[in-house]
């Protein structure tokens, strides 16, 4: 099974990146490719949240885009970690409102567009992330969108995101999202959690784990991840 781990910034993919000139100064963007998206016939993108940048890449998102291609044991996938927007630092003022993610969305919007690849399309937001995948849904030709440890995603209902795509939802009950208010007033807040009973998407919980263990090789939560990037049903 041919195996190939690319670590890149996106200045050297020009057929998916803006222009450097389009880049605000203060924003580092990376991505990395872990496996052949020329063959793939299942793309997963992770868009990861707070505290990524440049130098924790590796051992954040770029960790979490191995492990789930490691766990697939597939040669026809190819997973995408994807740090194309400015994430919060801490938990100050801008996780808690939506200018970062709104600027992320459109981000990732543009570099979904700017794939050259008939896969299926799995976008995968955690934490803050999962607030840019949410506001980007509407506008994302995607086959499944996956919540996992989300603090709202600016939305009420499945029906709110105006996606075609399948919605899934994860929390693992060690989870510290599931203690952080779902209310939104003005931009202050992200709104109803997605794994709420009422939200309307596919939610899937699990025992232990933590925010950041959803992702932990050989974990339930990780083999779930797995097999939506699949197309298996759960």
Do not use: C
Not at 137 to 165: K, W
């Amino acid at each position: 099974m041919r195996r190939a781990v690319l670590f890149l910034l996106l200045i050297a993919l020009p057929s998916v990146a803006p222009s450097i000139a389009q880049w605000r100064s203060d924003v580092a963007r990376r991505v990395a490719i872990v496996g052949d998206l020329s063959t793939a016939r299942d793309v997963v993108i992770v868009v990861p949240g707070s505290d990524v940048d440049v130098d924790r890449f590796d051992r954040t998102v770029g960790r979490m885009a191995v492990n789930l291609y490691a766990q697939a044991h597939r040669g026809d996938l190819a997973v995408i970690a994807w740090l194309g927007y400015r994430t919060p630092q801490g938990l100050g003022v801008d996780a808690v409102t939506g200018s970062l993610a709104r600027q992320g969305a459109v981000a990732l919007v543009d570099f979904v567009r700017a794939l050259q690849t008939d896969a299926r399309i799995h976008v995968y937001g955690h934490s803050y992330g999962s607030v840019v995948v949410g506001l980007a849904a509407h506008e994302l030709d995607v086959d499944d969108i996956v919540f996992t440890g989300s603090p709202g995603v600016r939305a009420d209902s499945v029906a709110e995101l105006e996606t075609r795509a399948h919605v899934w939802a994860m929390r693992s009950s060690g989870d510290w999202m599931r203690f952080v208010p779902n209310a939104r007033l003005f931009d202050l807040g992200h709104g109803t959690d997605p794994a709420s009973d009422g939200f309307g998407a596919t939610v899937l919980r699990f025992e232990g784990g933590k925010h950041d263990t959803y992702y932990e090789p050989g974990s339930e939560s990780l083999g779930a991840l797995v097999r939506i990037a699949s197309g298996e049903k759960l």
